[in-house]
Structure formats: structure tokens, C-alpha cells
């Protein structure tokens, strides 16, 4: 199993596995081959991409899922936090949804209740960052009727997103939450060693 990680934001601890650092830090040049490797592959991922790397992004979530205490006693459900799309949604976490659903065969899936009710800004490209809320796009048919929740997010940065999807679940009947990113956000080199 590869090494956890861990940071905490107000929303709560966020377990993941790689530090992803910006274009920025590649003036640095001192990334590691597994830093370049992964910041590679979660482009594959984002998009959907049908390649050797996404799938063991893949792999890693589902095989760190599957070992979590109790996941399949009934009471968790799984939610990935939206794209800024339907259909980026759709090609991001479909395959890890669907290898999810052959491992956890006794957790709901909350993404296969989410109606989406319009599209909105990409967090990364947007002015007001922190102000964009992840959710705002969708909707979710019916309530939550399994109250612990594993929400999933691609990539960690301020945890904005995973602080919008308690809000917003918690609305809709989830009372505990566990949080994992594949990746969390360093800007520059000195940020990460601040750290």
C-alpha cells in the first residue's frame, strides 16, 4: 500500500497519497520522478483518459476505500465531488465509481443520485476561488439514508471543495464524514517545505 498522508482543514483531515505542485515549481527542478509522474497521471485521471497511469490512481483509491474500518457494515455511502460539468463528472469518476461498486458491494453510491442543474466555474481557472461552491451545480434526488460519507476529491488545495460537500450532504441527512484526495496542491517549492 502506498505511504498516507494527511492534512487537516476545517471541514476535517484529508487522507492522500501524492503532493502535487504547480507549474510554478517547476522552476525549481528538483521534483521527484514520482512528483512528475503524478502530476502527469492526474491529468489522465481529470480526463478521463484511458491509461496504464489512471488506472492505478484508480487502484490506489479503491484499494484504500475497501480497507477503511467498517465501509461495508451498511452504513457509508461514497461521494465524489462533481466536476465543473455532467459530463467531465462522467469521465473523471466513472471507472473509479464503477471499481468502487465491484469491491463495496454494500455502500451506496450518492453520484448515482446527483441531478446536475447547470455547470460552473472551474475552481482553478476562476478570480474568486475560495468563493465558488462546489456543489452549487447539482442536486441531489432524495436524502442520504447511509450517514457516513467518504467524499472523494481528485486533488486537495484550501479543502474549500470538501468543506462544500459536508455543507451541502449534511443538508441531506450525513452526519459523519471521511475525507481522500488523491493528491494535495503545494504552489512553490518553499510552501511545501514550510510544511
Not at 131 to 136: E, N, P, W, Y
Not at 149 to 173: E, H, N, P, W, Y
Amino acid at each position: 500500500m502506498i505511504n498516507v498522508k494527511e492534512k487537516t482543514y476545517p471541514a476535517g483531515t484529508v487522507n492522500y497519497f501524492f503532493d502535487y505542485y504547480s507549474n510554478a515549481s517547476e522552476k525549481f527542478n528538483v521534483l521527484s520522478q514520482e512528483d512528475r509522474w503524478f502530476k502527469n497521471a492526474l491529468w489522465r485521471f481529470k480526463d478521463g483518459t484511458d491509461s496504464t497511469d489512471r488506472k492505478q490512481l484508480t487502484e490506489i483509491l479503491v484499494e484504500y476505500i475497501k480497507n477503511m474500518p467498517n465501509i461495508n457494515d451498511g452504513s457509508w455511502s461514497v461521494f465524489c465531488i462533481p466536476a465543473s460539468s455532467e459530463e467531465k463528472s462522467i469521465r473523471r469518476y466513472n471507472h473509479l465509481i464503477n471499481r468502487l461498486k465491484e469491491e463495496l458491494p454494500d455502500v451506496c453510491f450518492l453520484n448515482d443520485s446527483v441531478k446536475f442543474i447547470g455547470t460552473k466555474e472551474q475552481k482553478h481557472t476562476a478570480p474568486n476561488r475560495p468563493h465558488i461552491d462546489a456543489c452549487s451545480h447539482i442536486t441531489l434526488t432524495g436524502s442520504i439514508s447511509r450517514p457516513n460519507v467518504v467524499i472523494i476529491d481528485d486533488i486537495v488545495t484550501r479543502g474549500c471543495a470538501m468543506m462544500d460537500a459536508r455543507q451541502f450532504l449534511s443538508t441531506k441527512g450525513a452526519e459523519h464524514f471521511k475525507f481522500v484526495a488523491l493528491g494535495k496542491t503545494y504552489y512553490a517549492m518553499e510552501e511545501h517545505l514550510k510544511n
